[in-house]
């Protein structure tokens, strides 16, 4: 597995694997992206932890709200995240960091 960190506010675009972009045709399903309950909070920014299957080595950020641009705009359009993170790296990032936990609310249903 690889792992990468995501700014609140920011979203997923295109996913390359080692054949080039990923193709849901030829792969027959999506790439396994998923985020996880657990963030960094630096200077105010949430970052939240996502976990990217091994095939994947390139993921296309961008934010959410559409680029809007103007002599005062300062916004960043979309990134490429070339240097996905491994397990280490992302322990080591934690321990040097602000970080929390966000469990989400589990209800089991029963019938």
Not at 79 to 90: F, G, H, I, Y
Request: aromatic share 10%; charged share 20%; with cysteine.
């Amino acid at each position: 597995m690889k792992y990468f960190f995501l700014s609140e506010g920011w979203t997923i675009g295109r996913v390359w694997s080692s054949d080039g972009l990923w193709q849901i045709t030829a792969w027959r399903r999506q790439p396994d992206i998923q985020q996880m309950n657990i963030c960094l909070v630096e200077q105010g920014e949430v970052m939240w932890l996502y976990r990217v299957e091994d095939a994947v080595i390139t993921v296309e950020v961008k934010p959410i709200k559409p680029f809007h641009p103007g002599p005062s705009s300062r916004a960043i359009g979309q990134v490429m995240l070339k240097r996905l993170m491994s397990a280490e790296q992302v322990i080591e990032r934690l321990g040097s960091a602000s970080a929390r936990c966000q469990l989400q609310n589990i209800e089991s249903v029963t019938q």
